[in-house]
């Protein structure tokens, strides 16, 4: 049995209970060792063998996958964050699928979400923002012609840019090609929930000259929007919560 494991993202206490629980029953894990706390791995058993990703390809993952298989062993596949964001699972699970290997995923928590709660923000603050577009700048790797950056940023809702820190001067410009102005608030958090997190305030105009000056160059998110005003943002009460608002709990209190 395979299992896909999100690792959280990054601080090792952020593992779910049943990812943890799973990580130390394992008898092999693959790991990936270019963004997994390697402090994970003490949770594996004495013998359990252990594989960086990093240094793998597809077709070895693959290999080891199916000799652990053959051999009756389980095996834990560690990714970063939720491995349904960026986690490259689906090809793995395709060629799985074809060699009938039972797995299943085992949901982690999302850097994204570790870096709200490092900025104790909220991303979907009503009457700011109810949509948060979460994307990459196309580098090396392109994305979809429908979803190249200047496009999605003419919402102007928010936004979270993974795989991006490289990149900023050229997110920069294509969020200014968009809803977004100079002095659009934004925010680059290095390794959220990590013990070196850092958090770098700025706008969407100082974006890149924030991330040269502080040298980020990997390992941050981008994060784009006015929900970022924090107290200042002129954000509308949520209704669930509003006296003169029923709901399927309450009957609304008459002005």
């Known amino acids: 049995m395979i299992y896909f494991i999100g690792a959280g993202p990054g601080a090792s206490d952020l593992i779910t209970v ?14 990936a ?7 994970l791995l003490g949770l594996a058993k004495p013998d359990c063998t252990i594989y960086n990703s990093a240094e793998m390809t597809l077709e070895q993952v693959l290999s080891v996958f199916r000799e652990m298989e053959r ?15 960026y986690g490259a699972g689906r090809e793995q699970m395709d ?4 060699d009938g290997i039972r797995y299943e995923s085992v949901p982690g928590v999302s850097s994204f979400f570790g870096a709200a709660a490092a900025l104790n923000a909220e991303y979907t603050l009503p009457g700011i923002s109810q949509t948060v577009i979460i994307t ?11 979803e190249q950056l200047a496009k999605l940023a003419a919402h102007g809702s928010t936004m979270v840019l993974f795989l991006s820190a490289s990149l900023t ?11 977004y102005t100079e002095e659009t608030p934004a925010a680059i958090v290095f390794k959220a929930t990590w013990p070196e997190e850092k ?32 107290p200042a943002a002129e954000y509308e009460r949520s209704k669930l919560y509003d006296p003169a608002f029923t709901t399927a709990f309450r009957e609304g209190e008459s002005k």
């Open 71 to 85: 051999n009756g062993k389980m095996t834990v596949r560690l990714h970063t964050g939720d491995q349904s964001i």
């Open 199 to 230: 958090i770098l305030h700025c706008t969407v105009g100082t974006l890149a000259k924030t991330a040269k000056e502080n040298g980020i160059k990997n390992t941050a998110l981008l994060l784009i929007g006015d929900f970022l005003k924090g």
């Open 33 to 39: 060792g270019s963004l997994v706390n390697p402090a």
């Open 169 to 179: 001067e050229e997110v920069q410009a294509e969020l200014l090609r968009g809803a």
């Open 136 to 146: 990459r700048m196309e580098g090396r790797t392109k994305v979809p012609e429908k």
């Open 18 to 31: 049943r990812g943890s629980r799973l990580l130390g029953q394992a008898d092999c894990i693959i790991y």
């Open 95 to 98: 060629a799985l699928d074809q």
